[in-house]
């Protein structure tokens, strides 16, 4: 029997508006209904299929370790397959994503990553596992050992650069709004080692971002990006018109975290007040919001979202 749909009201609107990390990928969310059931064996298939597709595995086994039943149907499917390096991964990001909520342990989920490990070397998912976190209770030596381990097995993994540009937007705070800062170091260096067709030449908008995100909870820029010069100069406008330029070349419809690309170039093109750029963008992203940028510095993302797009579409 299908569940009853959420009551009229707040609950029927909470519902709308729920964030999914899943994106467009279909198959993920398929699994991952069949994985809350404890069919796990549609979870495997998933895997199967997925295989050396870094980016893509590393996206589908972060959503799916989000659920709060994961580790128990993990642990099954261990019990069932011990030598699954598949399930090894998965329960390794269910003890991650425990421990990012506040709920478990970090001794356990780095044992479990280093179990990851010894299973699927080659693999950098497991380190993936590792970078998450550490970049929430490491060092910054402890995350750039992850990041470099992450590099070695897979030298444009998305997921580790987005880490590596948050933590990075973090230190400095002090020097305020500094354009030599690091991160821009690091975000330009990575998009220039990356081939023609790589997603990471979107990397410095994301460094950009995230350095308000920064900025502006220190106090350093207004908590409404779009009253803040951060997105003006002429540095930054470079930056977003490159972004730009490239999307309109490669648009790589295939990439499993394109959405979050795009929700990012969106907000930058909003906040530069290129209207008819972020337009184009917003009508992209379609339904597939992501909490970030929107919610930068503090912000309701929902209410940011939709307010950009509509006075991108001109709906307002």
């Not at 993920?28 to 199967?48: E, P």
């Not at 959503?63 to 499917?77: F, G, H, K």
Request: proline letters at 7%; a neutral charge.
């Amino acid at each position: 029997m299908s569940p009853p749909p959420p009551p009229l009201g707040r609950g029927r609107r909470r519902a709308a508006q729920a964030f999914d990390e899943a994106l467009d990928d279909a198959d993920l969310v398929a699994a991952r209904a069949a994985l809350a059931q404890g069919r796990w064996q549609h979870v495997r298939s998933l895997l199967v299929r997925t295989g050396d597709d870094w980016d893509r595995r590393g996206h589908r086994i972060t959503v799916l370790a989000a659920e709060s039943y994961c580790a128990a149907w993990a642990r099954e499917w261990l019990l069932a397959e011990p030598e699954s390096a598949d399930a090894s991964v998965l329960l390794a990001f269910a003890e991650v994503r425990r421990v990012l909520r506040g709920k478990g342990k970090p001794v356990r989920a780095r044992e479990a990553c280093e179990s990851a490990v010894t299973r699927a070397p080659a693999d950098p998912t497991p380190w993936l596992g590792l970078l998450m976190l550490e970049c929430a209770t490491g060092t910054d030596m402890d995350v750039v050992r992850r990041f470099e381990a992450v590099r070695g097995r897979y030298a444009d993994h998305h997921h580790a650069h987005h880490l590596m540009v948050a933590r990075l937007a973090a230190r400095r705070i002090e020097a305020g709004p500094d354009p030599l800062h690091e991160v821009y170091d690091f975000a330009n260096w990575a998009a220039e080692q990356a081939p023609a067709d790589s997603p990471l030449a979107i990397l410095p908008v994301i460094a950009h971002a995230e350095r308000y995100r920064v900025l502006a909870a220190a106090g350093y820029e207004p908590a409404d990006p779009s009253v803040s010069g951060h997105w003006a100069g002429r540095r930054a406008r470079q930056v977003m018109k490159t972004a730009f330029d490239w999307w309109l070349e490669w648009e790589l419809e295939g990439h499993p975290r394109r959405l979050i690309d795009l929700n990012f170039l969106a907000h930058a093109k909003f906040c530069e007040g290129r209207g008819a750029e972020a337009a184009a963008l917003f009508h992209r992203i379609g339904r597939y919001a992501t909490p970030a940028p929107w919610s930068y510095p503090d912000r309701d993302p929902h209410t940011a979202f939709a307010a950009a797009r509509a006075g991108a579409l001109g709906t307002t």
